[in-house]
């Protein structure tokens, strides 16, 4: 970090250590110490709540709501971390995050309905988005919002192809537009742009709603050119 750290560059830790209160196997308290003292470099540290735990020293809370969530924010701020992202808030029937912005003192906290269940490799896929957004200029509140919603639609049970249809949708809604922060669409915005083009009326309307469908609607009649590549698209299936 030492080489590497410039004002031109983040570091973004994700400091993987357990979840519900334990450790992952093969990890010990000598592990944490260490990992404590790595955290001291961060720019951007995103511990989960068994995580901001074990590296605050503060006890773990399973049902762990916001307020006790900005106590652990404020000491993990001790290592020096400009941004604390602590993920797994519960507020009801809602889960989030909390985001504690040391050089400010400002938090903010975004939340969606909760899905039982339990999904893994989440915490990385919240990370990567969240990551990309603040590199890409976006403010932490708004990569906040990012992160949270990519996870949601993620843990909804799309299969792969959806997945890379909502990808692909969120993709090209920010190539029409100008900037880097100001042009990320919300979560509401690509589910918008995809009822708009009926794919729920027609899941292989859905399937073809790729970079070459979008190309065709820049260049004017959305329906009409999506219709046209519908019929050449399962033209080319037969």
Known sequence: FSDFKSDDNLVFVDPVLGDEGRLYTGFDGKFVDKMRDFCRHADVLTPNITEAALISGMPYRENCGEEYAEKMALSLSDTGAKLIVITGISEGSNSGAMCYDANSGKTFSYYRKRIEGTYYGTGDIFASVLC???TS???FERSLRLAVDFVHAMTQGWDYRKCAVFASATSSLKC????ARAAVPTYNEVINILKENGYEKNSTVF???NSRFWRLCQKG????NGQKYNAEYLSERK
């Open 132 to 134: 990309g957004a603040l």
């Open 137 to 139: 200029g976006a403010d």
């Open 176 to 179: 029409t537009r100008v900037g």
């Open 207 to 209: 399937a073809c709603l």
């Open 221 to 224: 009649g959305r329906r009409q």
